[in-house]
């Protein structure tokens, strides 16, 4: 196998290398065209052994590869040109040190490991019956040493492990050649088989490789191979795994729309496009504050309805066009400053005042409607008792000193003379009762335009009540025809309410008649909060 070897040979002092190319149809006819001396064996032996031709003996297989070395394309490798020197000392065939007579090129460098890389292979007595190969890997330039030394190398295979019995002893005086040994081939890369290669190697090109698909780890992959299978594979990103994404339209992030929903299988996601801290006239998008943090009020549409459920504080000038404000009424529904109701200045209203209120002024609170009953209830001829009102106060709705008032509107009220038979009306709050009116007649009553009044006040504090209940009606015929009558009774609760209270008010007869019937066309219920 052809090796391509980077590097130069020096040749000796009596070679000087002539322009052109050199004949190397012979070893003889290389060294005449390039106008050298031709030399004795033994002097060309040392030349092979430069190259790691072993046992030059002149024959016609070594001359030709020598001629291919010094005057073809096979140049050898050696870091350190044409050094040869000799032994100044003899050796044992145990000495770790090789020690020269010089450590000196021919330009008058002196060697050093730094010249030299990690090792470096010295041939002794090259073409003699005692050439050996040995590594040395340091140099002591005080003492002209080649040091730590591996003595013995084989002569074929790249095992640097020594051989006894390659090991010489040598004379003082012995030629020391730095060759181009089959070791040094074994550095450097042969283009047609496989090599493992240490280092870092730089390329100032991007080289070129088989367009071939990769079938292992450490295999490289070619751009083709790459761009081919980018995304073959992949799968597409959840929660819980990276992958691929879509990136979304505004339509498809206004309408939260699914994952394969968009143009592939992919989840949708938002990105730089569709994102603004100053919304655009149309178009879907997602608000971002802006750099004081906040979210531009432009992306309210104010022409829409609100319903405001919680506590809203209002600290500058509030304008309400045509806005209906349910309730102001509560303990926590507070006017700091001005509040306009059409076109009346009620700034004083809170505090009594006339002088800016107008003909607006009323009370500190406001009346607050609950609910009312409209049926023309006819109840008679039962002693069942039967709910005519029932609602639910809301919680604190009385604060500590509210009221709450039913009025029931009465079209008909009549007792059956034949018989003392009762009728009872019961004021329920909570789980109290807290009052109950009864009107009994022996003669019978038959009235009309009547009333039945029930409040409740809380005395002072959210946990007791006083109530009472007030029933009037004139009379058409009986004992009372042409006459009124009134009857009034009270009583006292204890219910908390700072908790929702179900207030109630019955109907019920003792006896149940035909002739016992009550009927009421109207019954409210309202709620005065108490000051504040």
Known sequence: MKKYLLGLIALGLMMTPIAGKADTTTLYNCYKSNGWEWESVSTRAIRAAEFGLWGYVGSADQNTKLSNYLCGDMLGFSVASGYQKSLRQSMSAALDYIPVTSLT???GHALTMADLGSKVFLTIDPGKDKEEIVMCTTID???LNFETCTRGLAFYATSTVAVAANAKTHN????VVMSNVHYIYDELVDKDTADTIAGLKTFTSIPLIPTATP???AQVASK???????FAGVTDASKTIKGITEIATGVEASTSALAGSGDTTAPLVVDTSITTSSPYTTGNFVPVTGANAKLSQSFTDYSLSNTWTGLNTFNATTTMATTTIRELYN???TISTNLTLKGKDTANLVGGSTTNAGALHTHTNLYNYVSSTNNNLVFGNSAAETDYISTTLPANSLGNNGIAR???YLTNFQIDGTGSDTFIGKLYLGGTNIATISVTDSNGIVASDGFIEATIINNGVTGAQSGVIQMGATGISGTLAGESFEVLATGSATEDTTGALALRFSFDWDTARVANTITASLGT????????
């Open 105 to 107: 090129l021919r330009d």
């Open 141 to 143: 330039s005080t003492n």
């Open 172 to 175: 003082a005086g012995a030629i």
């Open 215 to 217: 079938t292992t780890d």
């Open 224 to 230: 083709k191979y790459v761009d081919d299978t980018a």
């Open 331 to 333: 303990t926590t529904s």
């Open 406 to 408: 039913i009025k029931i």
């Open 525 to 532: 219920v309202e709620v005065i909060p108490s000051n504040p």
